[in-house]
């Protein structure tokens, strides 16, 4: 595990947007998994500049989401298919037929989702997967008490989770009670995996997904094993 310890949200984004970019540039062709939430709002801020400055080329990456609401329309102002499309794609040049998500309406769920780590592998695995974490320890949607050995799946969420993404609702009675999201098994899966962090909130609970043990009560504690994870952590 590298882990870097940056003063603040700026230097934290500009460092994993660089680390991307490198990606990218690298492996022109990589399969990306891709989060959304608060933190890589300024990370995809930075790889649309990069873009914008003819620095960097989308058009071969392959996109897989890590994560979607259950119930929501795709072009839901809340959905992640909304939010990845404002953010990212409406800003790069990502070919439309390469950005996946999991199929959160889809009638038989399960099937979905055994597809969706079906395509993932028929793409040739995930090259990297990009994460953010949550106060209670999860990443993607896997909230503590997590299947570790779990590919994509339909789980419902914590409270803490529910009261944590209300701000991107009315209230919290409008946030989604279940979510689509890739399992430990699948994140796990990819040949790189960067987390972002900031903020002071995220300090105990960073704490324990590096420095504790591995214990499904903390998800991110798994990446402890990851053979290639870069941690990008801002106390400020």
């Known amino acids: 595990?590298?882990?870097?310890?940056?003063?603040?949200?700026?230097?934290?984004?500009?460092?994993?947007?660089?680390?991307i970019a490198a990606q990218i540039n690298v492996k022109p062709d990589s399969v990306i998994a891709w989060p959304t939430g608060?933190?890589?709002v300024g990370v995809y801020e930075h790889l649309a500049a990069l873009y914008n400055?003819?620095?960097?080329?989308?058009?071969g990456i392959t996109s897989f989401n890590l994560d979607e609401y259950c119930g929501l329309?795709?072009?839901?102002?809340?959905?992640?298919?909304?939010?990845?499309?404002?953010?990212?794609?409406?800003k790069v040049n990502t070919a439309k037929d390469r950005q996946f998500f999991p199929d959160q309406n889809a009638v038989d769920i399960n099937q979905a989702c055994q597809d969706y780590d079906a395509k993932i592998a028929a793409y040739g695995g995930l090259d990297?997967?990009?994460?953010?974490?949550?106060?209670?320890?999860?990443?993607?949607?896997?909230?503590?008490?997590?299947?570790?050995?779990?590919?994509?799946?339909?789980v419902p969420l914590t409270e803490s989770t529910i009261q944590a993404n209300a701000r991107f609702f009315d209230n919290a009675d409008e946030v989604p009670r279940d979510a689509v999201t890739m399992g430990i098994k699948t994140i796990m899966s990819a040949k790189k995996i960067i987390l972002v962090a900031n903020g002071p909130a995220k300090r105990e609970i960073m704490e324990q997904a590096l420095c504790g043990p591995i214990t499904p009560d903390v998800p991110a504690s798994i990446l402890q094993v990851h053979p290639d994870v870069t941690v990008i952590w801002s106390h400020a």
Do not use: W
Not at 73 to 90: K, N, R
């Open 1 to 19: 595990m590298k882990l870097y310890q940056v003063p603040n949200y700026e230097a934290a984004r500009l460092k994993a947007a660089g680390l």
């Open 38 to 40: 608060g933190t890589p």
């Open 73 to 90: 329309a795709d072009d839901a102002p809340q959905s992640y298919h909304y939010f990845m499309d404002e953010q990212l794609f409406s």
């Open 53 to 59: 400055r003819g620095e960097l080329d989308f058009s």
């Open 128 to 154: 990297l997967a990009f994460l953010g974490i949550g106060v209670n320890g999860h990443i993607g949607f896997n909230e503590p008490d997590t299947v570790f050995s779990a590919g994509t799946r339909c």
